[in-house]
């Protein structure tokens, strides 16, 4: 079956899904949002509600471990954020394209961390050519969900089944989210990709084990199966929160191998992050629709 | 799984079982695929709870996906490998690296930093094609068909060989290992080796030798040519990306168990002529001899403000870019560093240059001669630094290495030779050298710490009737045999872009270096294009300098024998031990001068007596039995069918039973080599395994990975001498010692009663062998209860045909039981990143000598052509083994590069990484050369080279298809040159249909995607078979061949 048919099968089987959902949930609403926690909307979402956030953060570094360096102090900022009440925490990143070598591995590194599928891809680096003969260059841009101040993407759900946090992710609850992927067009950056329940070795002699052990993410395990989520929902970047919450940076700033990849609270002066953005070679992607991206660039 | 095949259904998988899928091993092993709460709800989990960050469920270990051999943490969820991640301990993965001593449980939520392929790796172990029994062939060879058969039948049939295929038809009696294992006496072995050298230096006759072994005679291949060696060298092991500790142990079995001198890796496909050339380059002259040397000395990234990478993809591929990417992006942004690229392709780390150099391929040598012209020119060479001689005058100038630049050349019949020698002027000993300088002639010991001696950099003059010139004169002459419009028209490259990367290389002091590895050397020329890069560095006097080049920081000693006192020499640790000699079947480290086969020049194949592991020479040399037949070959991680330039034109010497007997594969899949196997038995990847990984080239401290099982094995557990172990490379070796008998291995294989049966029995040694360290008190500590504990928690999923904690510590003194659970606790054994430098200074130095001229070079011939080789840097046309130039015989060079996320032949497994970064590769073309060939993005060529006009790739048994591929157009590569990257292209590996016992094995055609180019690379024309090669480090070429495009 060639990859087109195969989408075309998965949507059909997925829409008729939506359908049924949407049927369930315009019966019972209330029931569908218990999950969560009382939210009604994007505006009202309580910031981590569908999170277990640990009562106490994880301890910090240990102390002989030099602080000083970015990857390091990184980490350890998180632990200071993890003191504050999730709403006084409005998690960041910033990634310098200079130092960004094109390689790929946040891409590989946060499919292989969230078990992501075929056709899913949270930080997909994209690469273009430019100029001629013998002035050339080639440019790398990797391109995360940008997490907006102002998400287009949450308001089109009609189950508000995503929304922006407090603490500035935009998350989406793979409970509720019907698999009709309004957002997924609604999103100007791409951000967002539908699971289709495939499986990398699926048409080879066997399904293999670690595309159907759990994932972690919003910390929670999500053992992968036939018709149990996050399979026939929309998926996208979430910066790792399950790591954020053990006090690990997102996976795409650990993995990285040319350090390019920043992240941090910006709510916090001290953060590195908040240093990075006073840079005047700071820029957002499609800043003029107004998104206000919580993902920065260094160009 | 997917119904499109009628022929094939899970429950023939089931029931066949011979891949590693469907085994039910993880399921059963699993427990954790219940059904949980509602169907469609994740499960909350409590808070640090992450299972990825419990340090009960982490093992350290190397990755292998490259040869870098990083240090990973692979974490482990319910048995099963679930994420792969740097080590923090291991400073090629963390910089700074955490500090050994921390305590694995509190650092289990640092994780370092690792490439895509490292990432990917879980998918190489996890691979559905993977082999759990022994095949054996049901057709004949390459036909794709199989059936099982039990290891112990396997073990026996190779062994005792016999009429092992008549149930197909075959009739031959196949040779066993029995019929070729023919010397069993350690000391006639010893005697025999001694005397071999004799004749080869003409102290001893053949007559001679035959009356004093009249006894043993029927041992030899030849008693003829006894130097060719005894019987057993008629067992051939060729080895690709085997790595330390299965480097040791697979020679203490090939060399001191079967005592077969043919231990062969890969590594002349490889960087192995730049290796050789800087080891050359760097050696020691003690006991008259040169000694020593560095393979791979590279800048000090961390501090350079300038380096010029010539041909060296250094973000996508090189020795690697986990280390070396952080700091050149570091250095990039904060202004510290400047880097030009000299590459006909537009590579990622060309994209951030000052400057791209598109040079023409073959042609990089000659940009260094033009830089070296401009420099001495211009008077922009450390004059100071070169004209000290020896250690003393160096140490006057804070200097840690001295160069050869003033040392005199006898010019002897118009050529130069060797250096002078002090007695042959009156001067000295016949172990000094003789500079000139103030007017006087002087000798000069290069070691002498105490008398500093300096030479003038340029001398060309007659002393007592000898002609003689400075090695640096010699270069000199060279540089400037052309202008340097004429080295613009050579390189394709503007005279005032050389003049700019020479200044600017030369504006920062010693705090610049050029980077080469593979690109230069891969070429007929490739020798002297890295002598020319490796004096560009010496110019400057930039080694040991912070900023300029440095050498790996080394590891412990982890054979036992390179250091005093280790408690595990483990190569000596050997009863019995049988001397291997004689001619290798590549005849590598021999001169062919000095062979009973010598009948002058041509000879009828090339000798190559400064290179090693010259894998392409291998088939060739089966195939016409020179210097003698092979009976039987085991192949192991190397697919020359897929790996070797042209190596397609040796398949029909792997197809002919007359000319390899008895070709045995032990591979992890069905591969593109073992596919024509007779008997492929399956081995278990890096992350089932031991070993001790390998030094990194780009770090500055000690650095000692170990390679440690981290999962059950996917193989089938059989039984061997009373123990049970899974299918492994190991496991044959030690069922075949012991079948046969040999040394080494089995209950006394140590010494009386200390055994070889296990694998951990051989790698545990060498891991306490770095655990004690290489010097009074260089220990680890002592781990403690807890991380003992960790230990076996963080083992539990193994199985006791692996992890048997009490059989573990059998393997060693009890002292060291718990040094070794620290080092496995940690992956390895790591210095601080802060111990890198010492003042303005590398700590570990190359130190000694730097040369420009190598007088044993210069003083050899080509054994094909004859002519000699010079022994400094010199412009060469790209030529055949005769000398004879290679024409243009096309539109487009060809060229090859490797992919961030490809390493040859085994990344198509990676659906995460290859597979879903670019699933398939192109033939690059600039978009003039696309346009005035009609083809746009997405077309199809065909691509067509004089060694293959039709652009076919055979494929045995009357299969074949054409090298054809898909267009990318850019910009960002040379016009008239076309590059194809190399991981591609496969048609075995899981990507086709085989047929095991009567039922078919779908193919998954993802893996088959891509162009495949090698079979289309340019062969030597005096060679039958064998790719066009460089004489004198044994690189093949791979970036020479001429080729057309055919739109199809």
């Given amino acids: 079956m060639s990859e087109a048919n195969r989408q075309d099968e998965a949507e059909k089987l997925s829409r008729r899904e939506a359908a049924v959902k949407l049927i369930k949930i315009s019966l019972g609403l209330a029931a569908g949002a218990g999950v969560l926690g009382e939210f009604t909307g994007t505006e009202k979402a309580e910031a981590g509600a569908m999170l277990e956030v640990p009562a106490a953060a994880p301890p910090p570094l240990p102390e002989r471990i030099p602080q000083d360096e970015a990857i390091f102090r990184m980490q350890q900022e998180l632990h200071r954020a993890l003191q504050k009440p999730v709403a006084e925490r409005n998690w960041t990143m910033v990634i310098d394209n200079r130092k960004c070598v094109g390689c790929s591995t946040c891409t590989v590194a946060c499919k292989a961390e969230n078990k992501l599928p075929p056709g899913v891809v949270y930080r997909p680096v994209m690469e273009e050519e430019y100029g001629k003969f013998p002035n050339v260059a080639r440019r790398f841009l990797p391109r995360p969900c940008m997490h907006c101040t102002h998400p287009p993407c949450t308001k089109v759900c009609p189950v508000s089944a995503t929304w922006r946090s407090k603490d500035g992710v935009v998350v989406i609850d793979y409970e509720k989210c019907i698999g009709c992927r309004y957002c997924i067009s609604a999103c100007p950056y791409g951000a967002r990709t539908f699971d289709w329940g495939e499986y990398y070795t699926d048409g080879t002699p066997q399904r293999e084990k670690y595309e159907t052990e759990p994932s972690f993410e919003y910390v929670k395990e999500w053992p992968r199966a036939k018709g149990r989520s996050p399979v026939n929902n929309t998926r996208k970047c979430h910066f790792c929160l399950h790591r954020l919450v053990n006090g690990m940076l997102p996976m795409c700033v650990t993995s990285c191998i040319g350090r390019a990849t920043y992240f941090g609270d910006r709510n916090d002066p001290e953060s590195l992050v908040s240093e990075l953005i006073g840079n005047s070679r700071l820029m957002r992607l499609k800043e003029e629709l107004g998104t206000a991206p919580s993902v920065y660039y260094l160009v | ?1048």
């Fill in chain 2, 1 to 1048: 799984m997917k119904e499109a095949n009628p022929n094939y259904t899970r429950r023939d998988f089931l029931r066949l079982s011979t891949f590693v899928g469907g085994t039910g091993l993880l399921a059963a092993q699993a427990g954790v695929f219940g059904e949980i709460g509602t169907a469609n709800a994740g499960v909350a989990q409590q808070a640090g709870n992450y299972a990825l960050a419990k340090p009960e469920n982490i093992i350290y270990t190397t990755c292998l996906q490259c040869t870098t051999a990083c240090s990973i943490k692979a974490k482990i969820v319910n048995g099963v490998l679930a994420k792969i991640d740097g080590n923090p301990y291991s400073a090629s993965n963390m910089v700074p690296n955490i500090p050994y001593d921390l305590p694995p449980v509190d650092v289990a939520r640092v994780d370092g930093k690792i490439c895509l392929k490292g990432q990917a790796g879980l998918q190489h172990v996890y691979d559905p094609y993977r082999l759990r029994k022994v095949l054996k062939r049901a057709g004949t060879r390459g036909s794709g068909k199989w059936r099982t058969i039990p290891f112990e039948q396997a073990v026996a049939e190779i062994i005792n060989g016999g009429q092992l295929f008549k149930d197909i038809g075959e009739n031959r009696q196949v040779p066993g290992l029995k019929d070729i294992v023919k010397l069993r006496h350690p000391q006639v072995a010893k005697a025999m080796a001694e005397d071999i050298n004799k004749i080869r230096k003409k102290e001893l006759t053949i007559t001679e030798f035959q009356a004093k072994y009249k006894d043993h005679l029927d041992v030899l291949i030849d008693p003829e040519h006894p130097d060719l060696g005894p019987k057993n060298n008629q067992f051939l092991f060729q080895c690709g990306r085997i790595h330390n500790g299965r480097i040791e142990f697979s020679k203490r079995f090939v060399n001191g168990a079967i005592g077969s001198i043919n231990w062969v890796e890969k590594t002349t496909l490889c960087g192995q002529t730049s290796n050789k050339a800087w080891v050359r380059s760097t050696m020691a002259y003690e006991e008259g001899k040169w000694k020593g040397g560095v393979k791979s000395p590279r800048p000090d990234w961390a501090n350079t403000e300038f380096v010029l990478v010539v041909g060296s993809i250094v973000f996508e591929a090189n020795y690697g870019p986990v280390q070396e990417s952080e700091p050149i992006t570091e250095g990039l942004i904060n202004g510290r560093l400047k880097v030009a690229v000299a590459d006909p392709r537009l590579t990622k780390v060309a994209s951030k240059a000052w400057k791209w150099l598109p040079i023409k391929p073959g042609t990089d040598g000659t940009l260094g001669l033009a830089m070296i012209r401009w420099i001495l020119e211009k008077d922009r060479y450390d004059r100071r630094y070169l004209q000290n001689a020896n250690a003393a005058a160096a140490k006057a100038d804070g200097e840690t290495t001295w160069s050869d630049a003033g040392y005199l050349v006898k010019i002897v019949e118009g050529r130069p030779q060797k250096y002078l020698r002090a007695d042959e002027v009156g001067l000295g000993t016949k172990e000094q050298f003789v500079v000139y300088w103030g007017g006087k002639f002087l000798a000069v010991d290069p070691n002498d710490t105490v008398q500093p001696v300096e030479g003038d950099l340029f001398v060309d003059t007659v002393y007592q009737e000898i002609q003689l010139k400075s090695a640096l004169q010699l270069l000199r002459e060279e540089a400037y045999r052309r202008t340097l419009d004429e080295y613009a028209e050579i390189t394709g490259l503007k005279v005032e872009d050389i003049a700019a990367v020479a200044r600017e290389f030369t504006s920062h002091g010693k705090k610049a270096a050029v980077e080469f590895y593979r690109g230069p050397i891969k070429h007929t020329n490739g020798w002297y294009n890295a002598q020319a890069l490796i004096a560009l560095n010496f110019l400057i006097g930039n080694p040991d300098w912070q900023g300029g080049l440095m050498k790996p920081g080394s590891d412990w000693d982890y054979t036992g024998e390179k250091k005093d006192g280790k408690p595990y020499p483990v190569g000596k640790m050997h009863p019995g031990k049988l001397t291997a000699f004689g001619v290798p079947i590549t005849r590598e480290g021999v001169k062919y001068e000095e062979s009973t086969l010598f009948a002058g020049y041509p000879a009828k194949r090339p000798w190559y007596p400064f290179s090693g592991n010259v894998a392409q020479e291998t088939w060739p040399s089966i195939a016409e039995g020179y210097p003698y037949p092979i009976q039987a070959v085991l192949l192991h991680s190397h697919s020359p069918m897929y790996s070797i330039p042209g190596g397609m034109h040796q398949l029909g010497t792997l197809l002919e039973p007359e000319k390899v007997p008895l070709l045995i594969a032990c591979d992890i899949v069905i591969g593109e080599t073992s596919m024509y196997a007779d008997y492929i038995f399956p081995d278990v990847t890096y992350l089932e395994r031991w070993g001790t990984g390998q030094k990194p080239h780009h770090i500055r401290v000690k650095t000692s990975t170990v390679r440690q099982p981290v999962i059950a094995p996917l193989t089938d557990t059989v039984e061997v001498a009373g123990e049970k172990l899974p299918l492994s490379l190991e496991t044959l070796m030690i069922a075949i010692a012991e079948k046969l008998g040999l040394s080494g291995f089995g209950a006394d294989g140590f010494a009386p009663g200390m055994p070889l049966k296990r694998p951990e029995d051989f790698y545990l040694k060498l891991v306490a062998n770095i655990a004690c360290g290489d010097k009074p008190g260089d220990v680890v500590p002592d781990a403690g209860g807890g991380e003992l504990e960790l230990f076996r928690q963080s083992r539990r999923h193994l199985s006791p045909a692996v992890f048997d904690e009490e059989k573990w510590r059998q393997a060693l003194r009890p002292q060291d039981w718990r040094k070794v659970v620290y080092v496995l606790n940690r992956g390895g054994r790591f210095e601080s990143t802060n111990r890198g430098y010492d003042g303005d200074h590398a700590r570990y130095l190359l130190g000694g000598m730097n040369r420009f001229y190598l007088e044993e070079i210069a003083t050899s011939r080509h054994p094909i052509s004859g002519q000699y080789f010079s022994g400094y840097a010199v412009w060469q046309e790209i030529q055949d083994s005769m000398g004879k130039t290679i024409p243009v015989e096309g539109d487009f060079k060809l060229i090859t590069h490797k992919e961030v996320f490809g390493t040859q032949s085994r990344t198509a497994t990676n659906y995460w990484a290859q597979l879903s970064v670019q699933p398939e590769n192109y033939v690059e073309l600039n978009r003039s050369d696309a346009r005035r060939l009609g083809v746009k993005d997405g077309d199809r060529v065909r691509i067509k080279s004089r060694s293959n006009p039709e652009g076919v790739h055979e494929l045995g048994n009357g299969r074949q298809r054409y090298v054809e591929g898909t267009v990318k157009v850019m910009e960002g590569l040379r016009p008239g040159v076309v590059s194809v990257s190399t991981c591609y292209g496969h048609w075995a590996y899981g990507s086709n249909d085989v047929e095991v016992d009567g039922v078919i094995i779908r193919g998954d055609a993802r893996r088959g995607t891509g162009i495949h180019v090698n079979p289309v690379f340019r062969l030597d024309d005096n060679l039958r078979g064998t790719p066009l090669s460089e004489p004198i480090g044994g690189s093949v070429s791979f970036y020479d061949t001429w080729v057309t495009l055919e739109k199809v």
